[in-house]
């Protein structure tokens, strides 16, 4: 398949980037204008095998259809980033979101509590394993691309933003009303970058001038979220897209989201090369104090110019 539709983009449609394309200075500046202007793109024959992405999703399946109890040993503590928990919330139009959600850290091993990881399915931790090792290397050259599109050492962002991948599977249960149930509500990524699978269900929703926009689910794509602290190394130059996601009346959707994220005590600021003669537009923070803002809604107009 060649390269598609990412020299001349339809508004309404999120970028789609063949990775086997032999011209790779076309892909990365296919990868860079649509971090530019979307936030946001869809990664078609990326080099992960139709085989494990199958694997991946039938072992996170397997886990949730098991009985609250048994999925009870890997539950969330209340102090914890890590396990399984439901989530609900209650966005401003009054629709309850509700999602239930596995978290575990991936990569790197030092960061790797095997507490959290599900012991049923029994092949669950080795297909995983293979997951990110797979999805690792592609981030890298995400990264890589995006660092060379800022004029940067390809090295320079995943320096700053690759310290740990985190993973989370979304399970949306069916829903008959969808006017008063969504799924995860409108945010951007507190990440690095987001690499996300889904199930054949579609849902999720980006925004972009103004409007909503249906993600079309491709088999075996890998959807790529720019999100905040790529948008805060790189001055504004590459978006963090706003996306939410929606149930279906009468199927679960599921997502795989791989969350490539700095360690917690990395200074997360603009690239020193990138500002000019104006003030940056984002002042520096660590990373853990961004996380405590943002997952508590405090502000950040005094930081952010
Ligand atoms: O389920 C999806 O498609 C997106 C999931 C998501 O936005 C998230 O995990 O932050």
Redesign the pocket.
Known sequence: MVVERDQDIPSSRVPIIDLSNPDQELVARAVVKASEEWGVFQLINHGITTELIQRLQDVGRRFFELSEAEKKDVAKLDDSREGYARRYTLDLEKRIGTVDQLFHNVWPPSAVNYSYWPKNPQDYREVNEEYTRQVKMLSEKIMEWLSEGLGLRREAINEVVGGEYLL?V?Y?LPCPHPDVIE??DA?T?ISGL?L?L?NEIP??QVFKDDQWIDVEYIPFAVIVNISDQILRISNGKYKSVL?K?TVDKEKT?M?W?VLVRPTNDMVVGPFTELIGDDPPKFKSMVYKDYIYRKVRNLPFVDLDS
């Open positions: 989370n979304n949306y799924g995860l945010h990524d987001t996300l889904t849902g999720l996306h996601t959707r997502s989201a």
